[in-house]
């Protein structure tokens, strides 16, 4: 059956960076796009990144663009997301989700707290 | 970008009742719409996709429909377990895809 599994989330201070990563296992992880999508406590969705199949192109909501960056590694089955220059306004649980037009499977999500 | 506007924000409704979410977008997006289920503490859950096609496993109760810049969310008669968030989300800009704010469904 189709898991993803997100890790690396924590505590981190504003103006540092943090990489969160997504394991994905139970279909052939190669032949999907990939997206994140964060959710701030108590608010709703927000896109964040996306990466084709192959990691040849990404793209980023206006947000994060510039700071952060979506990348993958399809002999590990996994995604990521390096996040540098954070914000308090990055405090958010991200999400990872296999992409068919819709989102269709979607990990547990990992909270990132910005915060000194 | 493609903004989407759900209503009501939230709702209040009892078992058996059928409710209606409605998700407008600020430009035609066709069917590039899906709607997917929150419940707390959980990832979201899709429903449906395509403005209309229900997903695999999902009950008949729900239904969708719309094309264009306006759509709604059916239920036709709620169940206990219904009781969650909803959004829409449009993929017409794919893969930029947006949300809507989320519609809180709520016991009455």
């Known amino acids: 059956q189709v898991q993803l599994v997100e890790s690396g989330g924590g505590v981190v201070q504003p103006g540092r960076s943090l990489r969160i990563s997504c394991a994905a296992s139970g279909f052939t992880f190669s032949g999907y796009g990939m997206h994140w999508v964060r959710q701030a406590p108590g608010k709703g969705l927000e896109w964040v990144a996306f990466?084709?199949?192959?990691?040849?192109?990404?793209y980023y909501a206006d947000s994060v663009k510039g700071r952060f960056t979506i990348s993958r590694d399809n002999f590990k089955n996994t995604l990521y997301l390096q996040m540098n220059s954070l914000r308090a306004e990055d405090t958010a649980v991200y999400y990872c989700?296999?992409?068919?037009?819709?989102?269709?499977?979607w990990g547990q999500g990992t909270l990132v707290t910005v915060s000194s | 970008a493609i903004q989407l506007t759900q209503s009501p924000s939230s709702l209040s409704a009892s078992i058996g009742d059928r409710v209606t979410i409605t998700c407008r977008a600020s430009?035609?997006?066709?069917?590039?719409l899906a709607w997917y289920q929150q419940k707390p503490g959980k990832a979201p859950k899709v429903l449906i996709s395509?403005?209309?096609s229900l997903e695999r496993g999902v009950p008949s109760r729900f239904s969708g429909s719309g094309s264009g810049t306006d759509f709604t969310l059916t239920i036709s008669s709620l169940q206990p377990e219904d009781f969650a968030t909803y959004y829409c989300q449009q993929f017409n800009s794919y893969p930029q895809v947006s949300f809507g704010q989320g519609t809180k469904l709520e016991i009455k």
């Open positions: 990466i084709w199949y192959d990691g040849s192109n990404q």
């Open positions: 395509d403005a209309s």
């Open positions: 430009q035609g997006i066709s069917s590039a």
């Open positions: 989700a296999r992409a068919r037009g819709v989102l269709d499977y």
